[in-house]
Each structure stands twice: as structure tokens, then as C-alpha cells.
């Protein structure tokens, strides 16, 4: 049995419905039943049927609604796992920081190709962050205090799920020092990043340590699994660019955030109109159960 959720960024109406359940049944599957409207603008459609068939016909119902279909069984997730750029934060941090050394478009043209998969992630990364070198390490407070702002409903996602008994996890790319903050900020128990080279008050231009890249993401989704015994089936990954892909696939759910195309492509759903409270309708968690404080 499947479950296919359709999530309007304002409000569901009777035809939006009727067209669903018309599509679904074009796809060959059956419905065998539905949920009454969820606060005005999510419904699960319950049906057996192809999935991948399902969510493809889904995907190109009018309006401004996003489609998660997935199986029944396990539908709440006892783990999240997400990137922190243009996901759970609005920016790219490191080309909101390059913006301080006046080089933001030069860096930002890198990050683009980065995350649409076009370029090696760690060569393109340590490309950036030595173009970075002689910065102020001052400049990046200021680019926390000035630029970095939390993404519409990650908190909330984050301390609800957190509040169910959920492991949450912070996966960057980025740098230690926005992931630190922006964990704390959130809700999330851990986190895991690149850390930016300093000394004398100045960047050098280089990184300490592992890289987090695409195979740690995964490594650490996994690892993270293992040690709460938890099935994979029961994790959430959620990532919006090609770094993200190997854990968005491995991940029972894998969610794509306003995701490039590669990302959106390889993910179990593709959310691209709602905020991040979506994934907690995706879970079946109303907002009368939501976390908001």
C-alpha cells in the first residue's frame, strides 16, 4: 500500500482532489481510500499501484501543490539527516562570505556548477576557499549576523521531530563556523562540516581535516543509522544540490528542497512550492502536533 500526499501551498480544493484520484486511477492504480482535508491544504490518497508511475502523473497536476508519494509502512522517520545551504539556511554561505572579499560572483559561478554536478565537489571546493585567503576572519560574524537567515520552517521541522524521539543531524559541505550556529539555532543534536583555515586573525585560503563531501554525507547517514539501530527505511534525508544525492538515495526517504534538477531527479520527492513543514505533513504530522516554540 502507498500513500501519495498532496501538499497546496494555500489551499486544496474539491477539483484538486478529483484530479488527483483521476490521475492516480490513469496510472493504474486503485484507491482504496482517502484522508478528510488536513488544515485545509494536505490530503493522503491511499492506493496500490506503481509508485514511480504515481508520483510521475502526480507531478504534473495544476497549481501550486507539491506531491510526496511513499510506502505506508514506516512513513514516520526516526532520523534526519540535512544539508545546511540553500536548505535549511537561504544562502550559500561561501558565496555570501566571498561577497566580504569582494569576489562573490567569481565564487557563486563555482558554487552553481558545484551543485548542479558539473564539477568535482572538493576540487571546486578548495578552489573557493582559496580564493578566500588574506579575508578577515571578522568577516564571517558579520556574514552570520548580516546575511545568514534560518529557511521557512526548519525550525519546526527540526524540534518536532526532535520532540518525537527523531536523531537529527546537520550535514554541510560549508564551514564549521555557520554550521555551529545555525545547528544551535535550529535544534539540531549534531552537526558535521568543513573547517576553514585560519591564522592571525586572517583565513589562509586552505581546509583542516576531512572533507564533508558527497561520500561523507552518506558515510555519516549510515553510520548514524547503525548506531541508533535504525533501518535505513526509517531515515529522512533532505538536500537540495548534487553533494546531497548519495545520501538523498540511500536514505528510506530521500527529499529534495527546491532542489537542482540532478537532486530533484534522484530524490523521492521533489518539494518545490511548500517550506519545510512540508516533510512533516509528508510524516503525517498535522500541525496541531507541530514544535513551534
Not at 535504525?230 to 538515495?249: K, T
Request: hydrophobic letters at 45%; glycine letters at 10%.
Amino acid at each position: 500500500m502507498f500513500i501519495a500526499t498532496l501538499i497546496a501551498k494555500e489551499s486544496l480544493n474539491e477539483r484538486d482532489i478529483q484530479s488527483a484520484i483521476a490521475i492516480l486511477g490513469g496510472a493504474g492504480a486503485t484507491v482504496t481510500r482517502q484522508s478528510d482535508l488536513i488544515d485545509e491544504r494536505v490530503l493522503d490518497i491511499f492506493f496500490d499501484g506503481d509508485p514511480a508511475t504515481a508520483r510521475k502523473q502526480l507531478e504534473e497536476i495544476e497549481g501550486d501543490i507539491d506531491v510526496a508519494v511513499q510506502p505506508e509502512a514506516n512513513r514516520l522517520k526516526k532520523l534526519l539527516i540535512s544539508d545546511m545551504d540553500s536548505t535549511m539556511i537561504t544562502v550559500e554561505c561561501i558565496d555570501e562570505l566571498a561577497d566580504y572579499a569582494g569576489i562573490k560572483s567569481e565564487i557563486a559561478a563555482i558554487t552553481e556548477k558545484a551543485m548542479q554536478g558539473e564539477l568535482d565537489f572538493e576540487e571546486a571546493l578548495r578552489g573557493r576557499v582559496a580564493l578566500l585567503e588574506g579575508l578577515e576572519t571578522a568577516a564571517i560574524q558579520l556574514c552570520l549576523d548580516e546575511r545568514v537567515k534560518i529557511m521557512p520552517g526548519a525550525e519546526t521541522l527540526v524540534r518536532t521531530m526532535a520532540g518525537g524521539g527523531a536523531t537529527t543531524i546537520l550535514v554541510s559541505g560549508g564551514f564549521t563556523k555557520f554550521a555551529s550556529p545555525v545547528a544551535q539555532a535550529i535544534g539540531f543534536k549534531t552537526f558535521h562540516a568543513n573547517v576553514l583555515g585560519e591564522f592571525a586573525g586572517l583565513l589562509t585560503g586552505g581546509l583542516d581535516g576531512p572533507i564533508v563531501d558527497s561520500t561523507r554525507k552518506d558515510e555519516l547517514l549510515q553510520s548514524a543509522a547503525r548506531e541508533g539501530s535504525l533501518s535505513l527505511e526509517s531515515c529522512l534525508a533532505v538536500g537540495d544540490g548534487a553533494n546531497d544525492i548519495p545520501m538523498l538515495q540511500r536514505a528510506g526517504l530521500g527529499v529534495a528542497y527546491h532542489a537542482k534538477p540532478k537532486a530533484a531527479q534522484a530524490a523521492d520527492i521533489a518539494i518545490k512550492y511548500n517550506d519545510l513543514t512540508a516533510l512533516l505533513y509528508v510524516q503525517g504530522i498535522s500541525r496541531d502536533q507541530w514544535v513551534t516554540e
